[in-house]
């Protein structure tokens, strides 16, 4: 079972016996899960600071964007793609891998589609520094205006129409995530 929503910290408390913090969370909906989580002694819980998701419209229009700047280039569109979340920043995660293993690493990484991509560092005694670039499709707002953004200034430098900032701002506000 697992249940993932958002929701707001109301308090924070020390156990008078475990002397260890008690947190009491407001949840943004009811849900039948939790009635079934009340039942387990032990869950596994994750915090962190609600981010929107990137909306559909968003990435739809930064594949318009690729898709230009590969027909003006020749080049293919993924190319530009991938060349685009590599110099982007903040989208990766660097990992030690041995060496014997970064192929499968590489194969289980890259399948999560074509954004995907791992670039890999000779490190010391067998092991292997692996930078794993997350593609577009795990994207927050930030990330995605970002990534725009970079689209966007790489269009104007090529001659190529794009939307005002104005526009781009309400897309990103469109969420359906």
Do not use: F
């Not at 475990?18 to 869950?43: F, G, H, N, W």
């Not at 609600?50 to 559909?56: A, D, Q, V």
């Not at 739809?60 to 685009?84: G, V």
């Not at 293993?101 to 791992?118: N, P, T």
């Amino acid at each position: 079972m697992h249940v993932k929503q958002s929701g707001k910290i109301e308090a924070v408390t020390i156990s008078r016996s475990s002397r260890k913090p008690v947190m009491t969370i407001e949840l943004d909906r009811d849900s039948a899960e939790i009635d079934e989580l009340l039942a387990c002694e032990k869950v596994s819980v994750e915090i962190k600071p609600y981010r929107e998701k990137r909306s559909i419209n968003a990435n739809a229009y930064a594949w318009t964007l690729i898709n230009r700047l590969a027909d003006k280039l020749n080049i293919p569109p993924e190319q530009i793609y991938r060349e685009t979340i590599r110099s982007m920043g903040g989208v990766s995660e660097i990992v030690q891998c041995k060496r014997n293993a970064v192929d499968k690493l590489k194969s289980v990484w890259q399948s999560h589609g074509i954004g995907w991509q791992v670039d890999t560092v000779d490190g010391k005694d067998g092991w292997v520094n692996c930078i794993l670039y997350y593609g577009s499709s795990v994207y927050d707002t930030a990330q995605m205006k970002r990534l725009i953004d970079l689209l966007v200034d790489e269009c104007k430098a090529q001659g190529i129409d794009t939307m005002s900032e104005y526009e781009r701002g309400l897309l990103l506000e469109k969420w359906n995530g």
